[in-house]
């Protein structure tokens, strides 16, 4: 039974970041495409969609790696310090 007048008994404890998943992020890879031998990925978070390169940063991402030929990427969350692999749908 939570204290009413205990601050922290109402309070959830935050997810670890084993728990985080690439769904989780609220990102999503919704194309990729070569243009001239540069691959480009086009990702729609919360705020924008939008055509990044390799290594561009963006909201709390860096999008770090491309692979045309399996159709996914990798980007680095800042919030939870380590690499997510999307999938294109």
Do not use: M
């Not at 978070?45 to 692979?67: H, M």
């Amino acid at each position: 039974e939570r204290n009413p007048f205990w601050y922290h008994s109402g309070q959830t404890t935050q997810q670890s970041n084993t728990d985080v998943t690439a769904e989780d992020l609220n990102i999503e890879l919704l194309d990729i495409q070569d243009a001239g031998g540069k691959a480009r990925a086009r990702l729609r978070t919360s705020r924008t969609t939008k055509w990044y390169s390799e290594n561009e940063q963006f909201e709390e991402f860096e999008l770090t790696q491309i692979n045309v030929e399996e159709q996914t990427v990798v980007v680095f969350s800042e919030r939870y310090d380590k690499p997510f692999t999307l999938r294109k749908r």
